[in-house]
C-alpha cells in the first residue's frame, strides 16, 4: 500500500503567521490527493482534492499544490479557527491511505 | 439538507457483531459511492472499504477482509457496514463518507456522517 508522511507532527505558530505542511506518498499518487481539517471532537473538513482544487466554502487564505510524490497545504495567514489537526489523503490507488497529520498548535 | 445521518453509539463485547448504518439525504443516493473510515481514539483514520450504492458492488480493505459486510437499501437511502469479531483494538470511531465526485468510486470525501462510536469492552 501507498504510505504517507506527513510534516511536522506538530508545529506551534502565532495568528497571521504563514504555515507550510507537507506530505509524501511512497509512490506517486499522480494529483489524486486530498486534505482535510479536523477540529478535536468534530468531524473531518475536506480542503481540498485533486491535490490543489478549493472544495466548497474553503477560504482563499488556504492553498494546495504539488504531485506525484510531493504536496503542500499552505495557510497564508492563520485565524484563530485555522489550529487543528491536518491530515492528507491519497485515493489513486487501493487502499485508500492517509497521513499521520499534523497538528497545528498555538504558540 | 444534504446529509449523511449515522446510527449512535455501540457498546460491545469481543468476539460480537455490530451494524452502523448511514442514511443518505438531499442528494441522489444512488449517484455517489460511499466508503467507511474509522478513527481511534487520539489515531489518525484507517479506511475500511467502499460500496457504490447503485448495485451494491463493495470493495473491502485487506485486513478487514472475512469480518466486514458492506450493503445498502435504496430503498431508505441507507448504508449499512457490519464488522464482526470484534476485539478491543476496534474500539474507534466509525464513519461513513461520500465521495466528492459523482460516479467516482475513488475520490476525496466531501460529505461526513457524524460518526458512531463503537466501544468494545469485556
Request: aromatic fraction near 12%; charge should be neutral; proline fraction near 4%.
Amino acid at each position: 500500500e501507498i504510505v504517507m508522511t506527513q510534516s511536522p507532527a506538530s508545529l506551534s505558530v502565532s495568528p497571521g503567521d504563514r504555515v507550510t505542511l507537507s506530505c509524501r506518498a511512497s509512490q506517486s499518487v499522480s494529483s489524486n490527493l486530498g486534505w482535510y481539517q479536523q477540529i478535536p471532537g468534530q468531524v473531518p473538513r475536506l480542503l481540498f482534492y485533486g491535490a490543489s482544487t478549493r472544495a466548497t466554502g474553503i477560504p482563499a487564505r488556504f492553498s494546495g499544490s504539488g504531485s506525484a510524490t510531493e504536496f503542500t497545504l499552505t495557510i497564508s495567514s492563520l485565524q484563530s479557527e485555522d489550529f487543528a489537526l491536518y491530515y492528507c489523503q491519497q485515493y489513486h490507488r487501493w487502499p485508500v491511505t492517509f497521513g499521520g497529520g499534523t497538528k497545528v498548535e498555538i504558540k | 439538507q444534504v446529509q449523511l445521518e449515522q446510527s449512535g453509539a455501540e457498546v460491545k463485547k469481543p468476539g460480537a457483531s455490530v451494524t452502523v448504518s448511514c442514511k443518505a439525504s438531499g442528494y441522489t443516493f444512488t449517484d455517489y459511492h460511499i466508503h467507511w473510515v474509522r478513527q481511534a481514539p487520539g489515531q489518525g483514520f484507517e479506511w475500511m472499504g467502499i460500496i457504490h450504492p447503485n448495485g451494491g458492488s463493495t470493495s473491502y480493505a485487506q485486513r478487514f477482509q472475512g469480518r466486514v459486510t458492506m450493503t445498502r437499501d435504496t430503498s431508505t437511502s441507507t448504508v449499512y457496514m457490519e464488522l464482526s469479531s470484534l476485539r478491543s483494538d476496534d474500539t474507534a470511531k466509525y464513519y461513513c463518507a461520500r465521495v466528492v465526485i459523482p460516479a467516482a468510486g475513488y475520490d476525496a470525501f466531501d460529505l461526513w456522517g457524524q460518526g458512531t462510536m463503537v466501544s468494545v469492552t469485556s
